[in-house]
C-alpha cells in the first residue's frame, strides 16, 4: 500500500461525506418530504470508496437501488445528489430520477438501477465500448448478493469472458438480499467461488476494510486495464439500516445491530488503521466539514424549485 496522506484522507472523506449523507436522510425520510424509495448504505462505505478510490472519470460504474454510496465515491455533487432526491428541478436528473435511479454521466456513474442484478449487463455494455473505442477505461458494477444469483448476472459475466472484457463486477454480500439471508440463497454458500467456475479470477475480501477492498480493485483494474479481461470480487458487509426506509427490520435484533455498528464499523476501522499515519485532528476536521455539507445540502433542497409542470414528458427519452 503505497497511499500518502493526501489519499488517505481523501478516502476517510468520502466515507465520511456518504455516511453523514446516508444518516441524514434517514432521519429526513420520516418528514414525508422525500419521494419514493429510499434505501441506505450505511455500514458498506469501505466498498464504494476503496473501489472507486483506483477509478476515474473515463471509467464507468453501475449501481443497485442502494446507490447514494457508489454515487459519492464516483465523485457526484453532494448537493446535487440531495436535489435530485429530493425531487427538485436542479437535481442530478432534474428531479425525475430520484433515489433509485440517480446518475452523473459526467462522472461515470451510470446510474442506481432498480431492478434486482440489472447492472452488470449495463456494465459490459460499457466495457466493450472502451475496448472498441480503445480508452484504456474499465467498467465496474456494483451488485448486492440478492442480484448475485441472477441469471442475467451470470450471462453477462460469461459474456465478459468471452468478449475479455475490461469489467470488474463487485458483490456486496451484507448478508441479506432485501430479507433472505445469502447462507440460504446461494446454494454455493460462496459468491465469489461460484463466479470462478465462469474462468476469471475471483476473490473475497473484508468488505469493512477500505485497504483489503482497494488492494483487490487494484488488482483487478490494472489487470483490466492491461488488456487481461474481467474479474469478480465478492465484499463481506453489513448495512445498518433495514433493506429500505420504513423496513421494521425483523430480520435482525437491535442487538446484532448494535453489535456491527461498535466492531464492524467501516470508519471506526479506518481511523485505527491509521492512526499512527494521520493527526486525529484532521479526520475530526473531516467529520464536521462533512456535517456542515450536508445540512447546507438539505437546507438548499428544501428551498429549492420542483420541476416545472411543462416538463413533465423532457428527459425521458433520449433521441439519436
Do not use: W
Not at 38 to 57: F, K, M, P, Q, R
Not at 202 to 207: C, I, L, P, S
Amino acid at each position: 500500500m503505497t497511499l500518502n496522506e493526501a489519499q488517505l484522507l481523501r478516502a476517510y472523506q468520502r466515507m465520511r461525506d456518504i455516511r453523514e449523507f446516508e444518516d441524514r436522510l434517514h432521519e429526513e425520510n420520516s418528514g414525508g418530504d422525500i419521494p419514493g424509495f429510499i434505501h441506505l448504505y450505511s455500514g458498506e462505505e469501505a466498498v464504494a470508496v476503496g473501489v472507486c478510490e483506483n477509478l476515474t472519470d473515463r471509467d464507468t460504474i453501475t449501481s443497485t437501488h442502494r446507490g447514494h454510496g457508489h454515487c459519492i465515491a464516483k465523485g457526484c455533487d453532494i448537493q446535487a445528489m440531495m436535489l435530485e432526491i429530493f425531487g427538485k428541478d436542479a437535481g442530478l436528473c432534474r428531479g425525475k430520477g430520484g433515489s433509485m435511479h440517480i446518475a452523473d454521466l459526467d462522472k461515470g456513474m451510470l446510474g442506481a438501477n432498480g431492478i434486482v442484478g440489472g447492472g452488470p449487463p449495463l456494465a459490459i455494455g460499457a466495457a466493450l465500448t472502451a475496448k472498441t473505442l480503445n480508452t484504456g477505461g474499465v467498467g465496474l458494477s456494483f451488485t448486492g448478493d440478492g442480484g448475485s444469483n441472477q441469471g442475467l448476472t451470470f450471462e453477462a459475466i460469461n459474456m465478459a469472458v468471452v468478449l475479455k472484457l475490461p469489467v470488474i463486477f463487485v458483490f456486496e454480500n451484507n448478508g441479506f438480499g432485501e430479507g433472505t439471508a445469502h447462507d440460504y440463497a446461494v446454494g454455493s454458500k460462496d459468491i465469489a467461488g461460484r463466479a470462478a467456475g465462469f474462468g476469471l479470477p475471483a476473490e473475497k475480501v473484508d468488505g469493512t476494510d477500505f485497504f483489503a477492498v482497494y488492494e483487490a480493485a487494484q488488482r483487478a483494474i490494472e489487470r483490466a486495464r492491461r488488456g487481461e479481461g474481467p474479474s469478480v470480487i465478492e465484499t463481506v458487509t453489513n448495512r445498518f439500516y433495514g433493506h429500505f426506509e420504513g423496513d421494521p427490520g425483523l430480520i435482525r435484533s437491535k442487538e446484532e445491530i448494535e453489535y456491527v455498528k461498535q466492531h464492524h464499523d467501516p470508519l471506526k476501522i479506518f481511523r485505527e488503521k491509521v492512526k499512527d499515519q494521520i493527526d486525529v485532528a484532521k479526520l475530526d476536521a473531516i467529520d464536521q466539514a462533512a456535517k456542515e455539507k450536508v445540512d447546507a445540502a438539505v437546507a438548499h433542497a428544501r428551498a429549492a424549485a420542483y420541476p416545472a409542470p411543462e416538463q413533465l414528458l423532457t428527459d425521458v427519452y433520449v433521441s439519436y
